[in-house]
């Protein structure tokens, strides 16, 4: 029975650059290793963003590992929401919730509040939910800026267009609200509308010192349903390994094994020499590995 590590370099076909003379950074490096991998192997391409869903990494790598996301898609919260291990019961909707910053004029500056530390954004979310939380809604923690908000209560929906916060810096708050797509709906913005509003004054006199200035609720949904590992490719096990809870929670909410690196990070600080060893070690157990790598630098692509 053949097996196969799926090494997914997550963003790094990047831009042009004028510093590299137009060239994105993988066109500057010097890649024998890639080279000689395309040399002597096969090489295409195949749509992993189906029309109608998001052009966003969930969608995105859901469609790698064969997971239809066309057909069960549950919105980035929920997947999110199953990484961290918070349950979320029948009429809850769990949201993605950034960390951001926006400028004193209204504009959108930055999707991460400068890829806020950590420790400072886990603080950051436990002040927002001693201040805020109550029996409909719900701050959770999660790695840097990329936490999460959960709403309680039937009387919520999750039939809202959004706007993508990385596809949206430079541009005014006030052309990038949520947009209710159903009668039902206009409660939930009008409510998380409130919320942010008064999340926005809390940050501006917070004592944790930070750049992010807003929360920014985006991809909400219930409890997700999709397809399990096994039942998609019988007879078959896989695994995980990547630092961020979006493609965690993908492999929980499918029955993969999930690994955890220490000091995988998801930015250029991150143990990439351990979740290669982490990927060698588990194909020794599983037939596939999916080995996820974020802010994939030049050595690594040059090596």
């Excluded at 029975?1 to 137009?22: C, H, Q, R, T």
């Excluded at 195949?46 to 969608?59: H, N």
């Excluded at 509308?193 to 926005?200: D, G, M, Q, T, Y």
């Excluded at 809390?202 to 010192?209: R, S, W």
Aim: net charge negative; glycine share 8%; hydrophobic share 40%.
């Amino acid at each position: 029975m053949s097996k196969a590590i799926i090494f997914l370099a997550d963003g790094m076909a990047d831009e042009p650059l004028v510093e590299l003379n137009g060239k994105t950074p993988v066109e500057a490096a010097h890649t024998p290793a890639m080279d000689a991998i395309a040399a002597a192997g096969a090489s295409g391409t195949f749509l992993t963003l189906p029309d109608g869903l998001p052009t966003s990494s969930d969608v995105a790598n859901m469609s790698v590992l064969g997971f239809r996301p066309e057909l069960n898609y549950p919105g980035r919260g929920p997947i999110e929401a199953v990484s961290q291990g918070i349950e979320l019961k029948e009429n809850d909707i769990a949201w993605r919730c950034n960390l951001v910053t926006v400028s004193p004029e209204g504009v959108l500056l930055d999707y991460s509040a400068g890829h806020i530390d950590n420790a400072i954004s886990t603080r950051i979310m436990e002040m927002l939910q001693l201040e805020f939380g109550s029996g409909k809604v719900s701050f959770y923690p999660g790695v840097s800026y990329r936490n999460l908000l959960v709403l309680h209560g039937e009387k919520f929906s999750y039939r809202i267009d959004y706007h993508k916060p990385d596809s949206s810096q430079g541009i005014p708050v006030s052309e990038l609200g949520l947009i209710p797509l159903s009668p039902e709906a206009e409660y939930t913005v009008r409510f998380l509308n409130e919320l942010s509003a008064r999340v926005h004054d809390f940050l501006a006199e917070c004592p944790v010192k930070s750049e992010a200035t807003d929360i920014w609720p985006w991809s909400p949904g219930r409890r997700p349903d999709i397809t399990a590992f096994s039942e998609l490719y019988p007879g078959r096990t896989g695994a995980i390994i990547s630092a961020v809870d979006v493609v965690k929670g993908i492999g929980k909410c499918t029955g993969m094994e999930v690994i955890d690196v220490p000091g995988a990070t998801g930015f250029i600080d991150t143990n990439y020499e351990g979740k290669v060893a982490a990927a060698l070690e588990a194909i020794k157990r599983h037939d596939l590995v999916y080995l996820h790598v974020e802010a994939v630098p030049t050595w690594v692509i040059s090596s």
